[in-house]
């Protein structure tokens, strides 16, 4: 089997994104209401766009959603 490549980054758009998205879900345990819902997906989103950047390749977030 091929090792793969490792990525080396100064990406701190990535790891700012990222630490938003872990210290939200810490705070808000259980159900989240319907704000909370967008703002995480915003964070989700965020993050997979920091992803996109670091990697060159579109990455999409799962918790893509539509505001209304």
Known sequence: MK?????????????????AVKDF????????????????????GRRAAA???VLGVKVSSVGAHKKK
């Open 3 to 19: 090792k793969q490549p490792t990525i080396y980054t100064d990406n701190s758009d990535l790891y700012d994104a990222d630490k």
């Open 51 to 53: 992803i996109s950047d």
């Open 25 to 44: 879900v810490k705070v808000h345990k259980g159900k989240l209401n319907e704000e909370d819902r967008n703002t995480l997906g915003d964070l989700l």
